[in-house]
């Protein structure tokens, strides 16, 4: 990422990474979007040293990644500890919208794997689901819905807090 970057923050929360990209990217390159725009707010008021560096019409509540009021100009996507929380169905619907944005070079996002059809202990020790939060899902699933959706699929060697696997679709 380069502070010339429009980024788009799904399900940023509270800003725990838009805290330091407002202040790392060019003026107005930030976009956020979560299901709770209060908790946006919040994040804006408390965690940016200058919340005016990032405007209110930049914190887009969205909780059916239908993206509505971002921009054309995002070049990356990032989407954290997101997809671990909901059904594998919405990252698909995540991954579909994303095709509308023309200058996309790079989507992030992470996910459980397991192949199994019941819970399964990940490396850290939480356990996952294929029904319920935290979820899990095949990696031969995560591959088959970025490719779906137009996107080329590849998973990343860094694994993440709580043995999230990291993934791009570019």
Known sequence: MTPDDHLL??????????HKAVSFLNPGHYWGTDASLALMRHGRRTELSD?????????????????????????????????????????????????????????????????????????????????RPPYHVAEAAVRDTIAAAGFTPTRLPTLLPRGQVLWSAT
């Open 51 to 131: 919340p005016d560096a990032l405007p209110l019409d930049h914190l887009i509540e969205d909780a059916a990644f239908a993206f509505p009021g971002i921009p054309d100009t995002i070049t990356l996507a990032i989407a954290f500890g997101v997809f671990t929380h909901l059904p594998h169905d919405d990252l698909a619907t995540a991954l579909r919208n994303l095709r509308r944005f023309p200058d996309l070079r790079a989507i992030l996002f992470t996910v459980f794997l397991s192949d199994a059809p019941g819970p399964t202990r990940q490396p850290d020790g939480v356990v996952t689901h294929p029904d």
């Open 9 to 18: 923050d799904i399900g940023c929360g509270a800003l725990r990474l838009g």
